[in-house]
């Protein structure tokens, strides 16, 4: 396949240090980005890519076919909206906003100028959860019982990656604490890994080890139709040298245990454990790409072949939106 011409809105911390080596690894091209900050657009240029002061300029580039949005939470509805009306294909970073309103309007954006949209739920694109999927289908697993994540991290108030200043902590341009970064990822995995969404949800949130108004940890509960329990730990207090990423998949015929396949990162472990045995059998995958390369390759893909867009869904993206806004006792 060509390579795909990628712009980007918002060049700081997953753009730089995920996205655009993910587009390279693909073999695709980063032909221009846009942000407001001129360190950022810097390092964009140091990247080989033009630069823009604001979106107006990355829309007129002739070349760009595909645009990745990775601005804070807050902005990515206008983003969104300006692109979907230039008729360009947008991947958008999560959670999809900041609020479940700006998600329902990014919906209609995608709906009225009929786009090519995904939510940048790179853990689909792990090479290890697509093994687990693979798994779960062949029935290796029996009846799927519960899937359980911990995805965890220590986010202090002066927590700051590229040069940017914190917004995590921020509710207004965040949308939320731990809660509504971490756990949109694992809400969508369960969908993914079991073909099942989750429909009923409940969570706690807490406010404990960090000195910042928004959540610092949840523990979150769901249910899909058919039945599968999902558990989700999700934090911004958890030191980063502990054990924190962590996705166990249970069966009535065995599980599966995935270790530090959570994440942006290649690599990780991933075993079976038969469930008549006991025994373990470790299971290979590809230690090398990324989440990120193999989401740009899938996007690309399907951006090229209109039948496999089917995999993306801008309905799915907003219901698991609503299951976030639910989790925090909203909607
Ligand atoms: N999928 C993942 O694993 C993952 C990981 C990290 C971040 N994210 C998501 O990516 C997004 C960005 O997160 P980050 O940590 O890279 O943030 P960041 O603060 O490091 O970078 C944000 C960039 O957006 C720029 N920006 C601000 N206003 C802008 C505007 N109006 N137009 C264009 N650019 C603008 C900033 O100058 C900065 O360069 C968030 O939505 C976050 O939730 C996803």
């Keep these: 396949m060509d390579g795909v011409g990628w712009g980007i809105v918002g060049y700081g911390w997953v753009a730089r240090d995920y996205m655009e080596p993910g587009i390279r690894a693909a073999g695709h091209r980063l032909v221009a980005v846009c942000d407001p900050n001129p360190d950022s657009r810097a390092a964009a240029e140091g990247a080989g890519a033009r630069s823009h002061a604001d979106l107006a300029g990355l829309i007129t580039e002739p070349d760009v076919e595909a645009v990745y949005v990775a601005t804070p939470n807050h902005l990515h509805r206008g983003a969104v909206e300006a692109l979907a009306a230039a008729g360009k294909a947008v991947l958008c970073e999560k959670p999809m906003a900041a609020t479940l309103v700006d998600a329902e309007a990014i919906v209609r954006a995608v709906e009225a ?5 995904g939510t940048a739920f790179d853990q689909r694109h ?18 799927v019982t519960a899937v359980r994540i911990v995805y965890a991290c220590w986010l202090g108030r002066d927590w700051s990656e590229a040069g940017q200043p914190n917004w995590r902590i921020d509710a207004a341009q965040a949308g939320g604490g731990a809660l509504m970064d971490l756990a949109p990822h694992g809400l969508d995995l369960v969908e993914f890994l ?29 249910r899909t139709a058919g039945g599968a329990l999902a558990s989700l730990h999700v934090a911004y207090n ?16 065995g599980m599966l245990v995935a270790e530090n396949t959570m994440g942006q990162t290649a690599g990780g472990a991933l075993v079976f454990i038969d469930g008549a045995s006991g025994r373990p059998d470790p299971l290979a995958f590809d230690p090398e790409s990324s989440p990120f390369t193999e989401q740009v390759r899938a996007f690309g893909s399907a951006l090229r072949r209109p039948e496999e867009r089917a995999a ?20």
């Design 194 to 222: 079991i073909g099942e969404p989750i429909t009923t949800i409940a969570a706690l949130t807490q406010t404990r080890a960090q000195d910042y108004a928004v959540d610092d940890g949840a523990l979150l509960i769901g």
């Design 113 to 117: 100028h009929n786009i090519f949209y």
């Design 126 to 143: 792990h090479p290890a959860h697509r093994a687990i999927r693979a798994q779960v289908e062949t029935g290796r697993l029996g009846i």
């Design 238 to 253: 958890c030191p980063d040298a502990l054990p924190r990423r962590r996705l166990e998949v249970v069966g009535t015929k």
């Design 312 to 331: 993306w869904s801008a309905a799915r993206d907003l219901h698991t939106m609503r299951l976030v806004a639910r989790a925090y006792g909203q909607g």
